[in-house]
Structures are given as C-alpha cells and as structure tokens.
C-alpha cells in the first residue's frame, strides 16, 4: 500500500569478462521498470532513483483501451534508496505504463517525482506522500518524454496524436523496434511539446505541429531551452532541435544531410552540452559505416566529434566526469559477434578525437525495446545504473565505474 516499504535482497556478483562487482537491486519477482536515460532519475546527492513496478498488485487501470509502449503492463510508483535496498510505494491504485520509462521521472532535490497515469500528468511529495492532478491528457495521445528544470519551477513532455494502425497485424510490440514505427511516422500525426508551470499550475504549448514530437529534455544549466527531436527514420529526419522558450524560436540543432548522415538519441550533460550518437555514409544504399559521439553547445556552436574504431553503442550518456561515456554496446574488434552483450565505459580523446571503448560489464539484456539497457552514471559519476531482463524479469543494477578494472582488448 502506498507509504510501504521494501527492502529487496540486493544480489552482487563478479563480472565473468571483468570481475567488476555487479550488484541487482531488485529481486526478480516482477517488472522494474525505471526512467528513460534522458529523464531526471535521481535526487542530487545520489542516494535515491525511482522506478515503476507491477509487483505490489495494487494498480489499477480504468481505461484498458489506453495505448501503451512496450506492452508490459502498468505499475505503481517507487522510491530506491540505492545503498539499502529501500524502496517506499509512492502510489497506490495508478497505471502508469511500463516498457520503455518514458512516464516518470524524479526531481533533482529528491522532494517531487512526477509520473502520468489514467490519462492525468500527476505530482507525488516523497515526504508527505500527498498527491495531486497537474494535467489531464486523454488516451488519445500517447505521452512521452518526463523531463525537468533544475530550478523546480516546470517540467516539460511530449504528446503525439494516437492513430489506428493497418499494420498492426504484422508488428510484435515486444520487439526490438517500436511497433508501427514507419506507419505513425508517415501518417504525420498532431503532436505537441507541452511545459507545464509548477507555480502558475498552468500548461503551454511551446512547440507543435505534425511532426512526432519526442525526447524533451529541459537544459540543467538554462531552463529557458530544450531540445526535442523530430522521431522516424533517423536517416530521413531532421532529427535534432532547440527550442529557445524566452524568444519563441525554434531551429535544428545540427543540420544533417538526408538519407547521408543519421544523428538522435540527443541528451544535455550537466554542463549544458547536447550529446548524440552520428552515423554516415555516402549512398543511401549503402550501409553506415562512419560512427561517432557527437557534443555541441545548444547554440550549435563548438561542435566536436569522437569517432569509434567500428560499431557505436545503442544508447550512451555522459555524467560528471564529461571525458567519460557509458554505452549499451562495446565493440572491441571488427566483427565482434556478442558486442551488444556488454556495458562499455567509453573515454573520450579529444587529442585525436577518438572514442576509446572497452567492456565494464555483461548485462545480457534481450535486447527487446521494453528491456532497453539505458545506462546512466549516479550524479558524482561513480556509479552506473542499467537495466537488464538477463534473470527473466527487467531488473535494476548497479556497477562501479572503474576504468582500471575494464577490459580493453579481447586477445
């Protein structure tokens, strides 16, 4: 019941490929799902994330017709203390949507989380536990992409029009890519980037049209900007774009050439930097074979790339230490065939503008959407919290970020 507490038995092993302690916080007895990499997951000091789960059996879904990413069910809201294994129940009786961590997120002091459920974009105080509807978005629209201003004052997400899909038939909402993708892509739905003023308790439209509209994040350092992405085929879209809220104005953040160049998964470090992952390659029937990391001030100026020897990761995020990168993929050779086994640590070497990988740990996730490993570093940058179903449930872990127990070199 809401106001509960958990203590799961946390499980610690050493890494077959490096021997680095890797530690699940979870038990394995439901879903744990936690916020998508992009989203605001942990208070400042470190000590608390959030996470949705299913294994309390309290959620309650009043309209089951609601579209739901990943299909994995609905859940209930948590607090995880990561040093103890704590977890308090935030809510009771909600459905939020389990599968990709797209519809809860925490603040950055740690006293307010906020998560959307039963068509409302909702407020729970961690302390007092007292909740309260900030927003009604009707199951119309999927709901997308929690993020937060570090000063407390608004939060900001996306909403794209729901639309029937004629290929439904033919699509596996648990695989790797997102069911009827290239259908919602071409339909052009009404979407909508929406901030939402904590003081005023007031929404505003401050981007729309018939793009889909995803992957909102507010800067950490100027919560007058945000960048969001025009979502479809990487290779096809315009992805990238800031919005500047003070003067109205909207531009791409980096020009690419279509068909030629593929630039997204699009995030801020905490020094106000726009990181992404970039492919090229010079015909459009060809493969990408060119692939970096990409960083750039907002303003689309100092732009720097960190090329890899052969595959990229999938997902990768920087944390306080900005020359260090984690990934969902660490490719060490040409044609490595288990790559996407493993949680790389990536160093970034701005002499010759390479990116160094090498193998941290095995998270074994099957590699499905609603299992996306989306690792991130706690806020002081030494600790790494993943994602993985590698024990038959998705779970959470946690590794140390030790560059001196990586492995560089397969032989």
């Known amino acids: 019941?809401?106001?509960?507490?958990?203590?799961?038995?946390?499980?610690?092993?050493?890494?077959?490929?490096?021997?680095?302690?890797v530690i699940r916080?979870?038990?394995?007895?439901?879903?744990?799902?936690?916020?998508?990499?992009?989203?605001?997951?942990?208070?400042?000091?470190?000590?608390?994330?959030?996470?949705?789960?299913?294994?309390?059996?309290?959620?309650?879904?009043?309209?089951?017709?609601?579209?739901?990413?990943?299909?994995?069910?609905?859940?209930?809201?948590?607090?995880?203390?990561?040093?103890?294994?704590?977890?308090?129940?935030?809510?009771e009786g909600e459905a939020i949507k389990m599968g990709h961590g797209a519809h809860a997120m925490l603040r950055q002091d740690g006293r307010k989380a906020y998560y959307y459920s039963n068509e409302w974009v909702r407020e729970v105080d961690v302390e007092t536990l007292e909740d309260r509807p900030l927003m009604n978005i009707p199951a119309t629209f999927n709901f997308h992409s929690l993020t937060a201003a570090t000063d407390n004052r608004s939060i900001a997400f996306s909403v794209v029009e729901e639309i029937p899909l004629l290929t439904a038939c033919f699509t596996d909402?648990?695989?790797?890519?997102?069911?009827?993708?290239?259908?919602?892509?071409?339909?052009?739905?009404?979407?909508?980037?929406?901030?939402?003023?904590?003081?005023?308790?007031?929404?505003?439209?401050?981007?729309?049209?018939?793009?889909?509209l995803t992957h909102v994040s507010i800067n950490p350092v100027n919560s007058q900007e945000l960048v969001y992405c025009h979502d479809g085929p990487w290779y096809q879209v315009q992805r990238m774009w800031v919005a500047d809220l003070a003067?109205?104005?909207?531009?791409?953040?980096?020009?690419?050439?279509?068909?030629?160049?593929?630039?997204?998964?699009?995030?801020?470090?905490?020094?106000?930097?726009?990181?992404?992952?970039?492919?090229?390659?010079?015909?459009?029937?060809?493969?990408?074979?060119?692939?970096?990391?990409?960083?750039?001030?907002p303003d689309g100026k100092n732009e720097e790339r960190y090329y890899y020897p052969f595959e990229r990761t999938q997902h990768v995020s920087v944390g306080a230490r900005s020359h260090l990168g984690v990934g969902d993929v660490a490719c060490l050779e040409k044609d490595m065939k288990d790559a996407r086994r493993y949680l790389s640590l990536i160093e970034y070497n701005a002499a010759d503008h390479r990116a160094e990988v090498s193998i941290l740990c095995t998270h074994d996730?099957?590699?499905?959407?609603?299992?996306?490993v989306h690792p991130v570093f706690t806020p002081d940058g030494e600790r790494i919290v993943f994602s993985s179903d590698a024990d038959g449930q998705l779970n959470i872990y946690m590794v140390e970020a030790d560059l001196n127990r990586v492995v560089r070199k397969l032989h």
């Not at 019941?1 to 302690?21: L, N």
């Not at 890519?177 to 401050?206: C, M, T, W």
């Not at 109205?248 to 068909?259: C, F, I, K, N, S």
């Not at 930097?273 to 990391?293: E, I």
Request: charged residues 25%; proline residues 6%.
């Open 247 to 297: 003067g109205d104005t909207v531009r791409p953040l980096v020009e690419q050439r279509r068909y030629l160049e593929a630039v997204g998964h699009e995030f801020f470090t905490p020094a106000g930097r726009v990181g992404a992952q970039y492919s090229y390659r010079y015909k459009p029937d060809m493969k990408f074979f060119l692939f970096a990391d990409l960083f750039v001030d």
């Open 365 to 372: 996730s099957s590699g499905k959407k609603s299992a996306h």
């Open 173 to 212: 909402p648990l695989s790797g890519s997102a069911p009827g993708a290239r259908e919602r892509y071409f339909n052009q739905p009404r979407s909508h980037v929406i901030r939402y003023d904590l003081v005023k308790n007031k929404g505003e439209i401050v981007v729309g049209g018939h793009d889909r």
């Open 25 to 91: 916080l979870t038990d394995n007895k439901g879903i744990y799902d936690r916020p998508y990499f992009t989203s605001p997951q942990f208070s400042a000091d470190g000590r608390y994330t959030i996470f949705v789960s299913d294994f309390t059996g309290t959620s309650r879904v009043k309209n089951p017709d609601a579209p739901a990413i990943g299909k994995l069910g609905f859940g209930e809201l948590f607090l995880l203390e990561l040093d103890t294994g704590k977890a308090l129940q935030l809510t």
């Open 1 to 21: 019941m809401k106001g509960s507490i958990y203590t799961f038995e946390r499980h610690a092993a050493k890494d077959p490929v490096t021997g680095v302690e």
